[in-house]
């Protein structure tokens, strides 16, 4: 966004804020107050000066204060992911100071660790057990063959143990083990022992009533306080909360714990691109301190302990679980309401449809990296 933008809010340009929008959204092939359902409606004349302030901020704090809508919000994000719209929009200092801030503080460091657990992952477990499946997986379900959520889920817990290579006795690190739907997955269908941890007081207490009479441990900690040593070692859904300043502690401790003849599958979401922004509406709102790893970070910061063994991309699974999930918070809205405010609901709504947007137009990536400790003698034959 240049000068002669930014100027046109103050009054002193040619083209006001509607224009520069309606211009910028035609791009996309979207329309302001047009018909199709990823066209949106415009509620609230200053719209237009708030989003060209304040950028990504100000479209989704517009959408929370019902300043617009939009019928089909995520196609409105994957046209406008495709068409680069949000390298088009401004970005304020505060933002640019974040990313600044990245490169010299550690956002993910201890005492900021338990942010996110206290801000999104403890919101409330009635919330969770009416949006997500009946093994509680909050990352991406694999599709391949299924054509439920609990399926799809199902199947991402069976590929990973099959990865893995499970066998009974064999002892399981669950490294952000969230509800504990794979620790108990694993321990009851692979006979295998499970330590998982987690950041988060809620989940754990959900979690030790779930695997209750399983051989399955759920702690509170941090992964920096790691002293244990396993066959196995799995991190589903968390590493996008370890932060770059972290990337080689994280991986130099798994190494740690693992036996050497073990495996270790990294299930994450990656950017394409190596940079440390994060969307600053998804910062402030879902989640705190969090930055989407890509290819190069994960490789470059694992390759002293760890040989790959796989890498597997199923990113554009994540956008038809993500609008199971959709379909299934709105289904409970009328039971979740009392709960929660009007302005959550729109929230949580925005960031579901931004993120399935994101993986259709495939901005983001789901991947599961296969490691081991000193390469697997003849190989693996890796399951798909």
Known sequence: ??????????????????????????????????????????????????????????????????????????????????????????????????????????????????????????????????????????????????????????????????KLQLAPGMRLLDVGCGWGGLAAYAARRYGVSVTGITISEQQRQLALRRCEGLDVEILLQDYRHLDLRADRIVSVGMFEHVGPRNYAAYFETLARCLKPDGLFLLHTIGSNATDLRIDPWIEKYIFPNGCLPSASHVAAASERCWVMEDWHNFGADYDRTLMAWLQRFQQAWPQLAPAYSARFYRMFTYYLNACAGAFRARDLQLWQVLLSRQGVEGGLRVAR
Not at 5 to 32: D, F, K, T
Not at 129 to 138: I, N, S
Request: glycine share 8%; proline share 3%; with cysteine.
């Open 1 to 162: 966004m240049n000068s002669s933008c930014l100027e046109s809010e103050r009054g002193n340009a040619r083209q006001p804020a509607r224009a520069i929008i309606e211009e910028m959204l035609g791009a996309a092939g979207i329309a302001v107050n047009g018909g199709r359902p990823f066209d949106i409606q415009v509620k609230h004349p200053h719209f237009f000066r708030r989003v060209l302030r304040q950028g990504s901020m100000g479209l989704g704090e517009s959408y929370m204060d019902g300043w617009w809508e939009c019928e089909r919000l995520d196609v409105f994000f994957q046209r406008a992911l495709r068409a680069g719209l949000e390298h088009r929009l401004p970005r304020r200092w505060r933002d640019a100071l974040y990313a600044l801030s990245a490169r010299w503080v550690n956002l993910q460091s201890l005492r900021r660790a338990r942010h996110v657990g206290e801000r999104h992952y403890d919101l409330g477990n009635d919330l969770f057990l009416a949006m997500l499946d009946p093994h509680m997986q909050y990352s991406c379900g694999y599709w391949k063959d299924a054509e439920t959520l609990a399926r799809a889920q199902e199947a991402k817990l069976g590929l990973i143990c099959d």
